[in-house]
């Protein structure tokens, strides 16, 4: 078995990897060695490395006279994984936020599925455009299909070919590719009248410190005061790369705690940090994990982030590093532990909110409200969901049914900076706001219940909030309301 590195060395330089880890180069199997020799040399490695590495101090016994599959699954650990070559560098494809298609960013809506996003790549060199619906895949109709099931027949191997045809407006139009390996932007920035920047963070690969922080200075040359930092959908990354980033909001300290297979605590410190001169709001969803959690969890703690909204995150509170293998392939294997600086436990738990909210544009329009901007104008279309005529990759959907336009709950309440509760007894939805509360009935015409969600009539809310107006005619709906 060979490593790239010892423990104090990833120590010394921080560069241990949370959820998607740090690669390292795997080593062959010996030239001229029977299949079977391999495969026990191989498994002789694994129960090694796993003894000698994992949080959880296996017994050899307990390891003993297991095929690999069965050690790893013994550890009752998601986190710890064997890699063959080929899985070890799709898993580095997907750390640096690379895969292979045609560059879209797709939408499933009411009438099909929609462009929302056009990378550099096959399809924008192809023509295809935002707003574009996806009819066909090499000839064959997808109307109706589901947007996942569209995905799979999109995607493929690097080199090959794909035919899509997409309508826009009356026109059908058939676009050629050939699917390459797509980088995707892992750091995007947006600015909100009057003044509130906006920084996403889809993945912490090796150069979004850096991306967000020229991101950032460029928000600060606009002119900004106060910024919302979002880290919902974000499955993690580098530990370096998020201690990087802490780094742009906290002079020093202490990032995270670690303790190993020992219950020895190394904490992760940092110095020549800075700081900003404005309040931080942070969003964060049940998929927010990993390193999403531990910069979310370390600006909560040093009270830099002003607010977290969203809803609790993932509870990914563990650290994998990759050993790479002299009998070919490589082990991901759980060596710790993290709490956040103040100690609070993130594994299986996850980081709390200081605003629970539900649903991608709710969350968006809250942090907004919160960071200064008191109206909010929501439009929605086929092309996507504008905010304050700021394109957005937040959605929702919209019911129109019997001369009725129902809007989900949540969407009408936030736009009012409002609470919304389920009425078990009246089986209703209750929107509070400016101090009136209004109940829809699921047995009215007023409330729609699909797919666990409530959906309200427009123009009934409306009604009831005279502060929200909405306009809508059956391509665009615009939604206005101040809090």
Do not use: C
């Not at 019997?402 to 900076?417: A, T």
Request: hydrophobic letters at 35%.
């Amino acid at each position: 078995m060979t490593k790239n590195s010892n423990r104090s060395f990833w120590r010394h330089t921080t560069s241990i990897a949370i959820a998607l880890s740090l690669l390292l180069p795997t080593a062959s199997a010996a030239w001229g060695a029977s299949q079977t020799d391999v495969e026990a040399a191989r498994t002789k490695e694994v129960m090694e490395l796993l003894e000698k590495y994992h949080v959880s101090a296996p017994i050899k016994k307990n390891l003993a006279d297991k095929p690999i599959k069965e050690m790893i699954s013994s550890l009752n650990d998601p986190y710890t994984v064997y890699f063959t070559p080929e899985e070890l560098k799709s898993f580095e494809s997907a750390v640096q936020n690379n895969y292979v298609g045609i560059g879209i960013r797709v939408t499933e809506l009411p009438e099909g599925v929609f462009v929302t996003e056009v990378f550099d790549g096959p399809a924008s060199k192809a023509g295809m455009k935002s707003g574009d619906r996806i009819a066909a895949v090499n000839g064959e109709s997808v109307t109706g299909d589901k947007v996942d099931d569209i995905v799979k027949k999109i995607t493929g191997p690097e080199n090959s070919k794909v035919s899509v045809t997409v309508e826009r407006g009356q026109e059908s139009i058939p676009l050629s590719m050939t699917r390459q390996t797509i980088q995707l932007p892992s750091v995007t920035h947006k600015r909100f009248d009057p003044g509130v920047g906006y920084l996403s963070v889809t993945g912490f690969s090796g150069d979004a410190d850096e991306e967000t922080a020229v991101q950032l200075a460029e928000l600060k040359a606009q002119g900004i005061n106060s910024l919302i930092l979002d880290l919902r959908d974000n499955p993690g990354g580098l530990l370096d790369t998020a201690l990087n980033m802490v780094k742009l909001f906290v002079k020093e300290g202490i990032m995270i705690h670690t303790k190993d297979k020992n219950n020895v605590d190394e904490p992760v410190k940092f110095s020549n940090g800075t700081t900003q001169p404005f309040p931080l709001y942070i969003l964060v969803n049940e998929y927010s994990a990993s390193a999403s959690e531990v910069l979310t969890g370390a600006l909560q703690d040093y009270n830099v982030a002003t607010k977290v909204i969203g809803m609790k995150t993932y509870g990914k509170g563990s650290v994998q590093t990759i050993f790479s293998m002299v009998s070919g392939g490589a082990m991901k294997i759980t060596i710790e532990e993290y709490l956040t600086p103040k100690l609070r436990k993130v594994n299986k738990i996850g980081i709390t909110p200081d605003i629970e909210v539900d649903g991608e544009v709710p969350q968006l329009v809250t942090a907004l409200h919160e960071a200064g901007i008191p109206q909010i104008k929501v439009a929605l279309n086929k092309k996507g969901v504008t905010v304050n005529d700021v394109p957005v990759l937040d959605s929702f959907n919209v019911i129109r049914e019997n001369g009725s336009v129902y809007v989900p709950s949540r969407v009408l309440s936030s736009l009012l900076g409002g609470s919304i509760s389920w009425n078990d007894t009246l089986k209703s939805i209750d929107v509070s706001a400016f101090g009136v509360t209004k109940s829809y009935p699921s047995t009215s015409g007023e409330l729609m219940l699909k797919n666990g969600s409530g959906y309200v009539s427009v123009d009934h809310f409306a009604e009831s909030f005279p502060q929200l107006s909405w306009s809508d005619d059956g391509e665009q709906l615009t939604l206005t309301a101040t809090k």
